[in-house]
């Protein structure tokens, strides 16, 4: 009974189109009304000291570098050096597009700003180029799933804190799924645009065009390189590497490239914070709606439940992978890795997967809820820059979520993707 006042309260605040972290506020406070086995300080504590942690402070920093290396010219330039060897290609566009996406994704932790910071150039450069708009939009909004696929990934920072994963191997373990990922949609938009005769350009690729592209954006090149490596290589831990993005992006920005302004330095904070602040609020709201769950003993009867449907770890994961899509539909990506991970978690590791693994295969499988209605985050950011509807870009956008479906399965039944380059 206390499972379906929480989870039926809940879910009647998200059909009446309360935001999610009010939602999952509201929800529990009614639990703990109608229960009264917790104080209600229980709600306003959980608010405070969910966030009180320092992985959870690459947070806001990654969020900050994001919003400064997409104003500071660095999107611009990474597509050029990905136009630069496929620009001339069938599809090029589209495929320089998905890899300018990927580059992206290596520097800000994000799918929407990833769609924001990316769309705004290659959604009007496609359509000039002779694309349709729908499919540009919507390779676009799918690529832009990438943010948090490939690290940094804010999503893999929740779920290590949540499940006591280490943040840096989640890093390490998203490098090659996310990979495969960006060559699936790489894969489909080159099939899509051979079959509409999506030329390339007229220009020829040559040493000399590579290398002026490759010169010109050393700078934005670099992020990940030292992002990334500073990390794995036990420089940095992935907060220091956080605000070591920002410090790079703001000499990158403002001296390097001087294509971000002072003065607009703080409208990129006050965008930054306004973000920031919508998704701590989240993690906090979140983070008490799962400790609610723990004290009622909830994800433990949820565990008993699934195990009894099949023994096979097949069938269970295929389960939980639909739960997971189907969630990601409704719920914020961070929301639902604090909510799900202590429950489902347990029921992977109890099946033969590793934590490390499994983060990985929720990150992936919530990422796709990106590009999924309602929530379909992507789908809004990218339809404001394109002036299509949420209909449209629904509609195209299937066959690219049927990629993304096939790549997600790929990563499940095959572990050493993810593990492959995990250190013991």
């Not at 703990?32 to 709600?43: E, N």
């Not at 001339?88 to 990833?114: D, E, Q, V, W, Y």
């Not at 769609?115 to 150039?121: F, H, P, Y």
């Not at 796709?368 to 404001?384: D, E, K, Q, R």
Request: charged share 10%.
């Amino acid at each position: 009974m206390t499972a379906l006042v929480l989870f039926g309260s809940f879910a009647v605040l998200l059909l009446l189109t309360v935001p999610v972290a009010i939602s999952l506020g509201i929800a529990s406070l009614i639990t703990i009304i109608y229960t009264d086995a917790i104080s209600i300080d229980f709600l306003a504590q959980g608010l405070i000291t969910s966030v009180d942690s320092f992985p959870l402070m690459a947070i806001p920093f990654f969020i900050l570098a994001g919003e400064i290396m997409g104003k500071g010219g660095i999107s611009e330039r990474l597509f050029n050096v990905a136009n630069a060897f496929v620009g001339n290609k069938t599809g090029g566009f589209a495929i320089a597009t998905i890899l300018t996406c990927m580059f992206f994704a290596a520097i800000s932790g994000s799918g929407p700003a990833t769609v924001a910071a990316v769309g705004a150039i290659m959604i009007p450069s496609m359509v000039r180029q002779g694309y349709d708009i729908k499919f540009s939009t919507a390779v676009v909004a799918a690529a832009g799933s990438l943010g948090v696929i490939i690290p940094p990934s804010i999503p893999m920072v929740i779920y290590g804190v949540v499940g006591g994963a280490s943040v840096s191997d989640m890093f390490i373990g998203g490098i090659i799924p996310g990979v495969i990922v960006g060559l699936g949609l790489i894969i489909y938009a080159y099939l899509h645009s051979r079959k509409q005769g999506y030329t390339g350009t007229d220009e020829k690729t040559s040493a000399k065009v590579i290398g002026a592209a490759l010169w010109d954006a050393k700078w934005a090149l670099l992020i990940p390189v030292i992002i990334l490596g500073g990390i794995y290589g036990g420089i940095f831990t992935p907060t220091e590497a956080a605000v070591v993005a920002v410090v790079y992006g703001l000499l990158a920005g403002l001296v390097l490239y001087r294509e971000l302004k002072i003065r607009n330095l703080p409208r990129v904070f006050a965008d930054a914070a306004l973000t920031t602040a919508t998704i701590l609020i989240i993690v906090g709201s979140a983070t008490a709606f799962g400790r609610l769950l723990s004290v009622e003993r909830i994800p433990g009867q949820v565990a008993e439940f699934m195990l009894s449907i099949s023994e096979s770890p097949i069938v269970l994961i295929l389960l939980i992978t639909l739960l997971l899509l189907f969630i990601g539909c409704f719920m914020d990506t961070v929301a639902a890795i604090i909510i799900m991970t202590p429950i489902l978690l347990p029921i992977a590791t109890n099946l033969g997967y590793d934590p490390i693994h499994f983060g990985i295969i929720m990150v992936v499988n919530l990422a796709i809820g990106f590009i999924t209605p309602p929530l379909g985050v992507n789908l809004f950011v990218a339809s404001g820059i394109s002036g299509l509807s949420i209909e449209q870009i629904s509609r195209a956008i299937i066959p690219f979520f049927l990629v993304l479906v096939f790549t997600l399965l790929v990563i499940i039944f095959i572990p050493q993707l993810s593990l492959m380059i995990i250190g013991d």
